[in-house]
């Protein structure tokens, strides 16, 4: 007997006297104590048709159908009939915790928020349950944590305490939206464990959402594939992974690249010679000296309100060569992001150095790239609508680099600008839209086209592809590609998605707590790993073994 579940639903949005179709006909159910995965690309209607169901969707939407909780139809219930079944009976985990989580409350009070909106409890009550709570997803040492505030959370820390208020009143429906999304491979790994362990425990009915069927894999009991609104797929999942019926879902799994990439050594470099790739795949290049040079860098400072300082990095060496893109994985906290912004001279190391071509310009003191050079080291940062201004257009923002650092003329600008969007494979149509007006995928090629528009001998891409789906990832890793084939451009790829540094590096950096405990050509490094920490990576890869 299904506990939750949706029949024909239909969700459309008017604005200006124009309708839009989110979600055509859509059914699905779940049952006490199982898994079901709802799965498909960014647009695809997921989201939407939970929301819909659910009653959480602007006034502006209109929604048809039905959607069966234990029997009543929360379509057509009054708000405060909702309001009472949301939270209590139905638990909600969202994608973006630090979105969600009010960032002046306490942890510990808005998880008591979820409560006491449905219960009356005294206040000494409430904080023993809320410890509880904390103890039960895993926050270790809850009597000191419950009184900090979401930004003293880890990404992981913070999922977990979405979790703990959406398991505050014991549901018997927790719908997870995303859950895994951006987080790296450990920590991911261990919300999957959370939330099968409190599944177990409570008997509940899980509703997971993801664009990733390799994540699924490792959770759900049951799968329905959407595109464009509609179903076009269910299927227990053994059945789903073992004979895939619609092309569509086929493209999913063949594009879910964890641990299939990492049994087979990437692809060389378009630019390179047959006679030169068993040099690259032993991870024995010609010997030329570095285009970038990162030598023994330390990176301490102090934190708000404590005297002790803490340490980020420790004694971090490696080399990026000509035409190369080097991986730079670890979980988060692991140091990687301070590297990028010490790369790209955006933050000065404590002790050590970098160089570019042989020459120092980012160390302790005054030390800094010369004006010629600064063009020639770039950044991509993971999040692309909060690097891109909202109020400039896409031609704004691409003709910036040739108005800062070039004297072309206006019309050679334009020109260029226009040939920068076809290089990053987008219509000129997208010039005049403002970054809300993109998907997430063109977002982050604008970013890369700004990026490269002065073709820099290095580009520092900080988790470019971390809250893509999965297709447009590999779209984003085929681009990236070819960029460096056409501008001959190296890239240090930062990453906690192994699965993509396998598919798309050749060599690995391994970080852990800011020291370097591994390095070398990616085959070699993810096939036969050498330090127990990289194992521990690989192994947390979702959906290595099983399905993909």
Same mark, same amino acid.
């Given at each position: 007997?299904?506990?939750?579940?949706?029949?024909?639903?239909?969700?459309? #949005?008017?604005?200006?006297?124009?309708?839009?179709?989110?979600?055509?006909?859509?059914?699905? =159910?779940?049952?006490? $104590?199982?898994?079901?995965?709802?799965?498909?690309?960014?647009?695809?209607?997921?989201?939407?048709?939970?929301?819909?169901?659910?009653?959480?969707?602007?006034?502006?939407?209109?929604?048809?159908?039905?959607?069966?909780?234990? $029997?009543?139809?929360?379509?057509?219930?009054?708000?405060?009939?909702?309001?009472?079944?949301?939270?209590?009976?139905?638990?909600? /985990?969202?994608?973006?915790?630090?979105?969600?989580?009010?960032?002046?409350?306490?942890?510990?009070? @808005?998880?008591?928020?979820?409560?006491?909106?449905?219960?009356?409890?005294?206040?000494?009550?409430?904080?023993?349950?809320?410890?509880?709570?904390?103890?039960?997803?895993?926050?270790?040492?809850?009597?000191?944590?419950?009184?900090?505030?979401?930004?003293?959370?880890?990404?992981?820390?913070?999922?977990?305490?979405?979790?703990?208020? =959406?398991?505050?009143?014991?549901?018997?429906?927790?719908?997870?939206?995303?859950?895994?999304?951006?987080?790296? +491979?450990?920590? @991911?790994?261990?919300?999957?464990?959370?939330?099968?362990?409190?599944?177990?425990?409570?008997?509940?009915?899980?509703?997971?959402?993801?664009?990733?069927?390799?994540?699924?894999?490792?959770?759900?009991?049951?799968?329905?594939?959407?595109?464009?609104?509609?179903?076009?797929?269910?299927?227990?999942?053994?059945?789903?992974?073992?004979?895939?019926?619609?092309?569509?879902?086929?493209?999913?799994? $063949?594009?879910?690249?964890?641990?299939? =990439?990492? /049994?087979?050594?990437?692809?060389?470099?378009?630019?390179? @010679?047959?006679?030169?790739?068993?040099?690259?795949?032993?991870?024995?290049?010609?010997?030329?000296?570095?285009?970038?040079?990162?030598?023994?860098?330390?990176?301490?400072?102090?934190?708000? $309100?404590?005297?002790?300082?803490?340490?980020?990095?420790?004694?971090?060496?490696?080399?990026?060569?000509?035409?190369?893109?080097?991986?730079?994985?670890?979980?988060?906290?692991?140091?990687?992001?301070?590297?990028?912004?010490?790369?790209?001279?955006?933050?000065?190391?404590?002790?050590?150095?970098?160089?570019?071509?042989?020459?120092?310009?980012?160390?302790?003191?005054?030390?800094?790239?010369?004006?010629?050079?600064?063009?020639?080291?770039?950044?991509?940062?993971?999040?692309?609508?909060?690097?891109?201004?909202?109020?400039?257009?896409?031609?704004?923002?691409?003709?910036?680099?040739? +108005?800062?650092?070039?004297?072309?003329?206006?019309?050679?600008?334009?020109?260029?600008?226009?040939?920068?969007? =076809?290089?990053?494979?987008?219509?000129?149509?997208?010039?005049?839209?403002?970054?809300?007006?993109?998907?997430?995928?063109?977002?982050?090629?604008?970013?890369?086209?700004?990026?490269?528009?002065?073709?820099?001998?290095?580009?520092?891409?900080?988790?470019?592809?971390?809250?893509?789906?999965?297709?447009?990832?590999?779209?984003?890793?085929?681009?990236?590609?070819?960029?460096?084939?056409?501008?001959?451009?190296? #890239?240090? #790829?930062?990453?906690?998605?192994?699965?993509?540094?396998?598919?798309?590096?050749?060599?690995?950096?391994?970080?852990?707590?800011?020291?370097?405990?591994?390095?070398?050509?990616?085959?070699?490094?993810?096939?036969?790993?050498?330090?127990?920490?990289?194992?521990?990576?690989?192994?947390?890869?979702?959906?290595?073994?099983?399905?993909?």
């Amino acid at each position: 007997m299904a506990l939750f579940s949706v029949e024909d639903l239909r969700v459309t #949005f008017g604005r200006r006297g124009r309708t839009t179709t989110a979600v055509r006909g859509v059914s699905f =159910a779940v049952e006490p $104590g199982r898994t079901l995965a709802l799965v498909g690309e960014s647009g695809s209607g997921k989201s939407v048709s939970l929301l819909g169901a659910t009653g959480l969707l602007p006034s502006r939407a209109e929604v048809r159908g039905s959607a069966l909780f234990r $029997g009543a139809d929360l379509t057509r219930l009054s708000p405060a009939r909702l309001r009472a079944i949301r939270g209590r009976h139905i638990g909600f /985990v969202f994608q973006d915790p630090l979105s969600n989580l009010h960032p002046l409350k306490t942890i510990g009070a @808005q998880i008591g928020e979820a409560v006491t909106a449905h219960e009356r409890v005294g206040r000494a009550a409430l904080r023993r349950r809320v410890l509880d709570l904390l103890g039960e997803v895993g926050i270790k040492d809850p009597e000191r944590r419950i009184d900090d505030h979401p930004h003293q959370f880890s990404g992981g820390m913070r999922q977990r305490a979405m979790i703990a208020m =959406a398991i505050a009143l014991n549901p018997e429906l927790i719908i997870a939206d995303e859950p895994t999304t951006a987080l790296d +491979v450990t920590v @991911q790994a261990s919300i999957l464990r959370l939330l099968r362990r409190l599944q177990e425990a409570h008997g509940t009915a899980l509703i997971f959402v993801s664009h990733d069927l390799a994540v699924v894999s490792d959770i759900a009991d049951d799968v329905v594939v959407m595109r464009d609104g509609e179903v076009v797929e269910a299927a227990p999942a053994a059945e789903l992974y073992a004979a895939p019926r619609h092309a569509y879902t086929q493209a999913l799994l $063949g594009a879910a690249r964890h641990g299939r =990439a990492l /049994v087979r050594s990437p692809e060389p470099p378009e630019s390179e @010679q047959p006679g030169q790739q068993s040099e690259r795949q032993s991870g024995q290049r010609a010997e030329s000296a570095p285009l970038l040079r990162a030598s023994a860098l330390h990176m301490s400072y102090r934190r708000p $309100g404590r005297k002790e300082s803490f340490t980020a990095l420790t004694d971090v060496s490696f080399d990026l060569r000509e035409r190369e893109i080097v991986g730079l994985v670890g979980e988060s906290g692991s140091g990687k992001s301070t590297i990028g912004r010490i790369v790209a001279g955006l933050a000065r190391p404590t002790a050590g150095s970098v160089s570019l071509r042989g020459e120092v310009y980012n160390a302790p003191g005054d030390v800094r790239l010369p004006k010629s050079l600064r063009p020639a080291v770039q950044v991509v940062f993971q999040d692309p609508y909060g690097s891109l201004n909202p109020r400039r257009t896409v031609a704004a923002t691409l003709a910036e680099p040739f +108005v800062v650092n070039t004297d072309l003329p206006a019309a050679e600008i334009r020109a260029r600008v226009e040939a920068l969007v =076809a290089r990053v494979e987008l219509p000129q149509s997208v010039l005049h839209r403002l970054p809300a007006q993109l998907s997430g995928g063109q977002r982050q090629r604008v970013a890369i086209a700004r990026a490269v528009a002065l073709e820099p001998s290095v580009v520092v891409a900080d988790e470019p592809v971390s809250a893509l789906d999965i297709t447009t990832q590999t779209q984003i890793v085929a681009l990236i590609r070819r960029l460096r084939a056409e501008l001959g451009t190296s #890239f240090l #790829f930062i990453s906690h998605d192994l699965g993509v540094v396998a598919d798309l590096c050749e060599r690995v950096v391994v970080l852990n707590q800011g020291r370097v405990v591994e390095q070398g050509p990616v085959h070699r490094v993810f096939d036969d790993p050498r330090d127990p920490y990289t194992r521990e990576l690989l192994d947390s890869i979702p959906g290595r073994v099983a399905h993909v």
